[in-house]
């Protein structure tokens, strides 16, 4: 019989990242693929974007509502605690063979915390890595424990893993899914971009996102207030702003960016541009902006400047085409400056991406073939019963 795999997906971003493994997994014939969405895909409010799931081809197997109105973070917790009562129904249905997760979300750990309990061993997606800013490093880490197997975008994020007491056997250095997306991806013209979007593309632009810092209380206004300051004094340079994703603290920030783009002329706001769009966006910036892992990941491999702004993404590797600021309008400028200056643009373009080559989805393919079906010297049965594996101690 055919294994069946579950894949999950909450967000935009994810989706587009977890787009090549499934289509790859589906091609397997030893594989019954099944996609699950949940959290912002299904939500009016953030675009609705399980349909950019349907429009690529895949069939959802099922869409299981957890948000609430609200973006406290009372309200975080109880979307979890739903999440947990949903998807345990859903799994007792189902019983997945493998539960494959990717990234750091609230909603992650909750569904990975019930497939634990269930007894379905979990392929996880870019742990190891480090956010100090948000409450995704802790949550990252978590789903980390509660995972049988282990991708990582680079050598010393693997080493992280091995040092949680993963053992080296059951993780795998993988590389960036987002630079295989860069780099397979037909992308669209600048010209096709500006007829998707509705706007005039001839100006420079800058690409920009900012989503709540989730260890900081309270500081979404004032932070994405310091940004649009900033760019309100950019009037020769457009802003195409992507919203904040189902975060505490999120609707304030996308209340404020729907406000200033309102009241200007240069700046655009859009719920969701899709991977396709986004990448393409990205491609022909003058300037990518924000705290989003994007412009450390995606944006070096266009050679495109990044301002990496405040903490949400301290403690990652980062290619030398990004610089750190404060969010503070002040610094923000003066970043600004410094990104679109000639000499800093000249070192962008050289710049390496350290996030892989492009040849991703084949290896996680390949590692999930070879513990479902047997190829590692098992009868693909996972025994969840892991040793934790100690590191020498200097």
């Known amino acids: 019989m055919k294994k069946v795999i579950s894949i999950l997906t909450a967000t935009r971003a994810e989706y587009g990242l977890l787009k090549p493994i499934i289509a790859k997994l589906n091609a397997e014939e030893a594989f019954d693929v ?5 959290g912002a895909h299904l939500s009016s409010e953030y675009g609705l974007t399980y349909r950019e799931i349907e429009k690529d081809g895949f069939t959802i ?8 109105s609200s973006d406290t973070a009372a309200s975080v917790s109880k979307s979890m605690g739903l999440a947990m009562i949903e998807f345990s129904s859903y799994f007792e249905r189902l019983k997945p063979d493998l539960l494959v997760v990717l990234g750091d979300r609230y909603e992650t750990l909750a569904v990975a915390v019930t497939a634990m309990n269930q007894r379905i061993p979990i392929a996880h997606l870019y742990g190891g890595e480090a956010t100090e800013g948000a409450i995704d490093d802790a949550i990252r880490h978590a789903i980390t424990k509660l995972s049988y197997l282990h991708f990582t975008s680079i050598e010393p994020y693997r080493k992280r893993i091995i040092q949680l007491g993963e053992h080296p056997d059951r993780v795998y250095t993988v590389g960036a899914i987002g630079i295989e997306n860069i780099l397979n991806e037909k992308l669209l013209s600048r010209e096709a971009l500006a007829r998707e979007l509705g706007i005039s593309l001839t100006a420079p632009y800058a690409v920009v996102t900012f989503h709540p810092v989730t260890l900081e209380a309270q500081s979404a206004e004032a932070q994405i207030q310091a940004l649009l300051e900033a760019c309100q004094a950019y009037q020769d340079l457009n802003f195409i702003f992507t919203k904040a994703n189902a975060d505490a ?13 309102q009241a200007n002329a240069h700046i655009f706001a859009f719920t969701s541009l899709g991977m396709l769009k986004y ?3 990205l491609k022909y910036a003058a300037l990518v902006m924000g705290n989003s892992s994007s412009g450390l990941l995606e944006a070096p491999s ?3 400047p990044t301002i990496n702004i405040g903490d949400r993404q301290r403690g990652r590797l980062q290619a030398e085409s990004v610089l750190n600021c404060e969010p503070d309008q002040a610094q923000i400028k003066e970043a600004m400056d410094l990104a679109l ?16 080559d492009g040849h991703t989805s084949d290896r996680i393919v390949a590692v999930i073939k070879k513990y479902m079906t047997g190829d590692n010297g098992t009868d693909g049965i996972i025994d969840l019963k ?8 200097e």
């Open 386 to 393: 892991k040793k934790f594996y100690d590191c020498e101690v």
């Open 61 to 68: 197997d099922e869409k299981i509502e957890i948000l609430l």
């Open 341 to 356: 200056g000639d000499a800093f643009g000249a070192r962008a373009k050289m710049a390496v991406n350290p996030y892989g």
């Open 302 to 304: 266009f050679g495109v």
């Open 279 to 281: 990448l393409s966006a």
């Open 249 to 261: 603290e999120g609707r304030k920030i996308n209340q404020m960016i729907d406000a200033y783009a």
């Open 34 to 38: 099944r996609i699950v969405a949940t």
